[in-house]
């Protein structure tokens, strides 16, 4: 293949131009954020090619000193800063692909969601992550000037935009290797020309780089009635420690050292929740550094996103998204793991297998558990913020992770009658310690919304006892209490599944309740016949004070919120019917009694089973029928008959 020397004017793709509009005018007041992307961009180039050449040297091209270099210029024309790395580079079609669309899935429906109010919308930015295009937000002008490590000086590129429409790609020969940036800034940012300015932006953001910034010695003073030398030959120095954060032990690294090397490896915007920084040695030695985001990504709900911790061995970078190191319910966590015991050729199959890596996941995944169990221990709002933004995910846990169940299960958060509240912040410690005396289980109900499960019909008993009850309505719930089964010894129980036995009911109780269950046999069975194709069974219930029905499901269905979500799903359900319970003390079941008129009885019966459905926020097969009936009887009952 001819290099393509024709110079090519392309459009950014939409998606892509939008980002960058809403990148130059949301992220103004920040601006000098635009360094640290891309020092962190030349720091991963020069990764991957360390990476690439343990398999072939030849790509270090004689060349092996790797690092970075950033250079100003400022004169009263022009004003430049240029970063440049001798890292991988990219190719031609690289260049398109990278800096010209957005690949991230998702990203129209992010954009869709943005307010157009610049402060909401800036955090939102951040959550997705600025990059390349922060330029732009200094830059009238960018030249990207890359060459692929490996490929003849004449495959060189050059990308040049004005971060509008449109970017034109030519070829232009590149001697060295990687890629080299140059912003033509702004008239109003040309303070980033003043090397001052911008040694002190890149020490505060990007000083946990691990490979060295080079920026040119500042001339020194001139010495009596002499100028300057023009002529001397630049000498560079390196501008910050490059030395790998994680190496350093934890009392030398400070707070905002570890909240910028999380903004690396993240490609997140703001800080860090909390992170969790540890050298492991012994048989196994690693080191982990764990963060924990302020803040859910836009696609976590996408299984597929880019998941897991950046891989070192031996300080050498492996891989981003190593996913073998935590379990799927962790997916939020970021950071890096440096071992010294995998080899350096290590691939995605091989960690599946290594017996190695299988410890270390067990011992990351406790970390982590540990990391949140200090969370939620510690004081301020920084577990609340955490669990309204992932505790759905943990949610997974109790399922995917047997070994831990118990340790997830301290780290839940619930709804519950208690404080009949939206917002989920009790533990099952706090449910347990406010157990009745005689009680022995722990009570729940599931439903679609929050509202229907706090005004379930089911709750009317408890309620009247005063035993707590769990309020579940997100989606993973029923999903979530298919595997919890039990906590600190005591089984949870699904308060609309099954016989209810309160355990704790005096002899009077039993006695009254008796006594309705015979005086209501005949009712039972009579309104058994009529609904006989809807219900499993009829039967007369203690649970309900104010509802005159309510439906249970059997204690091996399914459970209605799974029925709802597989069926939504177009997944295919196991036929099951509920049961219908009846409160013999409501007067309206006590009208019902008494119809002695077959036709209006089975209209009321089926009003009833009706009612119920919906009462615990299920849809009716027919919900015309049950119109027309229900103004049937308004009328009769005005009157109008
Ligand atoms: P991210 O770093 O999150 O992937 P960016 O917008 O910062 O997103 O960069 C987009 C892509 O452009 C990078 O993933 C990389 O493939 C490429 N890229 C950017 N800067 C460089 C560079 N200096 N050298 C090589 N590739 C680069
Ligand atoms: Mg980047």
Not at 281 to 295: A, F, H, I, R, V
Not at 406 to 421: C, G, M, P, V, W
Request: charged residues 30%.
């Amino acid at each position: 293949m001819t290099a393509d020397v024709r110079k090519e004017t392309l459009g950014f793709q939409t998606e892509a131009k939008q980002l960058l509009h809403l990148m130059i005018h949301s992220l103004y007041s920040n601006k000098e954020i635009f360094l640290r992307e891309l020092i962190s961009n030349a720091s991963d180039a020069i990764d991957k090619l360390r990476f690439a050449a343990l398999a072939d040297s030849s790509l270090l091209e004689g060349g092996p000193e790797l690092q970075i270099q950033v250079d100003v210029t400022s004169s009263k024309k022009l004003h430049t800063v240029t970063i440049s790395d001798n890292g991988i580079g990219m190719n031609r079609d690289e260049v398109i692909e990278n800096l010209g669309t957005i690949a991230k899935s998702g990203t129209a429906a992010f954009l869709e969601n943005l307010t157009g109010d610049q402060k909401k919308d800036s955090q939102l930015i951040g959550q997705f992550g600025v990059g390349f295009y922060s330029a732009f937000i200094v830059a009238e002008r960018v030249e990207v000037h890359t060459r692929k490590a490996g490929e003849a000086a004449d495959q060189g590129v050059l990308w040049e935009s004005h971060g509008e429409a449109e970017f034109s790609i030519e070829s232009r020969p590149k001697e060295t290797r990687g890629t080299s940036i140059t912003l033509f800034l702004k008239k109003d940012c040309q303070e980033f020309a003043d090397d001052w300015r911008v040694r002190s932006v890149i020490k505060k953001y990007s000083d946990h780089i691990s490979v060295p910034v080079m920026m040119a010695k500042p001339p020194a003073p001139a010495e009596d009635g002499e100028k300057p030398d023009k002529d001397a030959p630049v000498e560079y120095q390196a501008i910050n420690a490059a030395t790998a954060l994680w190496t350093r032990g934890r009392s030398d690294v400070k707070d905002e050292e570890y909240k910028e090397f999380y903004k690396h490896v993240s490609h997140d915007f703001q800080d860090p929740l909390t992170w969790s920084h540890n050298r492991v040695e012994g048989k196994l030695e690693y080191t982990s550094l764990l963060y924990l985001p302020q803040k859910a990504p836009f696609d976590m709900w996408n299984r597929e996103m880019n998941r897991g911790l950046k891989l070192y061995v031996q300080r050498t970078f492996i891989m981003d998204d190593a996913e073998q190191f935590l379990p799927m319910y962790l997916r939020f966590v970021k950071g890096v793991v440096d071992s010294n015991d995998l080899s350096l050729n290590v691939s995605r199959e091989i960690l599946q297998q290594d017996p190695a890596v299988e410890s270390m996941r067990s011992a990351l995944t406790k970390r982590v558990l540990d990391m949140l169990a200090k969370l939620a221990k510690g004081k301020g709002d920084d577990y609340a913020t955490f669990w309204k933004e992932f505790g759905q995910v943990l949610k997974e846990g109790p399922a995917e992770d047997m070994a831990n169940k118990e340790k997830i299960a301290k780290l839940l958060r619930f709804s519950t009658t208690h404080t009949d509240q939206e917002t989920q912040d009790q533990s099952l410690e706090d449910y347990v310690s406010r157990m009745q005396e005689k009680q022995d289980k722990i009570y729940y109900v599931v439903a679609e919304s929050f509202k229907t499960a706090k005004h379930s019909p089911h709750l009317e008993v408890f309620r009247k006892k005063g035993i707590e009850v769990l309020l579940l309505s997100d989606r993973v719930d029923d999903w979530l209490m298919n595997h919890l089964q039990e906590f600190d010894g005591k089984q949870f129980q699904d308060i609309a599944r099954g016989a209810l036995d309160l355990g704790a009911e005096t002899e009077e109780e039993k006695a009254e309740q008796e006594k309705l269950a015979k005086e209501s046999e005949a009712l039972v069975e009579r309104l058994g016949k009529v609904l006989e194709s809807k219900v499993a069974e009829v039967r007369a219930t203690n649970r309900l004070t104010d509802s005159a029905t309510c439906l249970v499901v059997g204690d091996h269905d399914m459970g209605a919120q799974m029925r709802r979500i597989m069926e939504a799903a177009g997944q295919p359900v196991p036929e099951s019917k509920p049961i219908l319970e009846i409160n013999p003390a409501h007067p309206l079941v006590k009208m019902l009694d008494q119809e002695a008129d077959e036709d209006r009885f089975a209209d009321l019966g089926n009003i009833l089973f009706d009612q119920a459905n919906l009462a615990e926020g299920g849809q009716l097969d027919d919900p015309a029928a049950y119109v027309s009936k229900l103004n049937k009887l308004l009328l009769e009952m005005s009157g109008n008959r």
